[in-house]
């Protein structure tokens, strides 16, 4: 009896797992691709951005800083911002969060400026950087995507990474503008591939 038990569970589990390992929700028909190269005052780099299911994007950055940049060993913000634009910094404006354009999305919850942080769809995980001033991230992120829809990255007027000079102390409703990571030391213009 114990056997017969043990083969049933055996082929229960089996059944469950094999189930399980065929069956995804979301997955696109064909995967969706972006980059954007990183620059800044003796910074380079590159992001890559993977999307193979919906509501699920793999963001990979790689960067690295000259001795004399700003990209000093340590944490450092990364965020996703609303508008493709690098020429100056600035131009990225504010922490992406989607389509808040009343006319498109009039369900829209979005706080102007600092209000809504670290809850803006583009706030990311600090980035690590060494002593030799090289930095690397992966992460997975949910609140964005390269497809089509309210929280694309390729709206109208398209989106940028911003590498800040300080770490990103995730507090809600900052006390000062350096809290969510200070100044803006390096860009890249998200593009798709």
């Known amino acids: 009896m114990k056997v017969f038990m043990g083969i049933g569970t055996a082929v229960f589990v089996g059944l469950v797992l094999g189930g399980c390992s065929s069956y995804h929700t979301g997955k696109l028909a064909a995967p969706l691709h972006a980059k954007a190269v990183i620059a800044g005052p ?57 389509n808040g354009d009343p006319q ?41 995507t390269l497809s089509d829809g309210l929280n694309s990255l390729f709206d109208k007027d398209g989106s940028a990474f911003i590498i800040h000079g300080l770490e990103d102390k995730y507090l809600p409703d900052p006390p000062s503008k350096d809290a969510p990571g200070g100044p803006r030391i390096a860009c890249g213009v998200i593009v798709k591939q």
């Not at 800083?65 to 600035?90: M, Q, R, V």
């Not at 009039?106 to 030799?132: F, K, M, T």
């Open 42 to 98: 003796g910074i380079t780099g590159e992001v890559r951005l993977y999307q193979e299911y919906e509501g699920r994007v793999r963001i990979k950055l790689n960067l690295q800083g000259t001795a004399d940049s700003k990209l000093t060993p340590g944490l450092h913000a990364i965020h996703i911002h609303e508008t493709g634009n690098c020429d100056p910094f600035t131009a990225a404006k504010g922490h992406f969060d989607g």
């Open 104 to 144: 498109v999305n009039p369900e829209a919850n979005i706080s102007p400026g600092l209000g809504n942080h670290p809850y803006h769809l583009g706030d990311l995980p600090n980035l690590s950087v060494d002593e030799n001033r090289k930095g690397s991230l992966y992460t997975v992120t949910s609140r964005v």
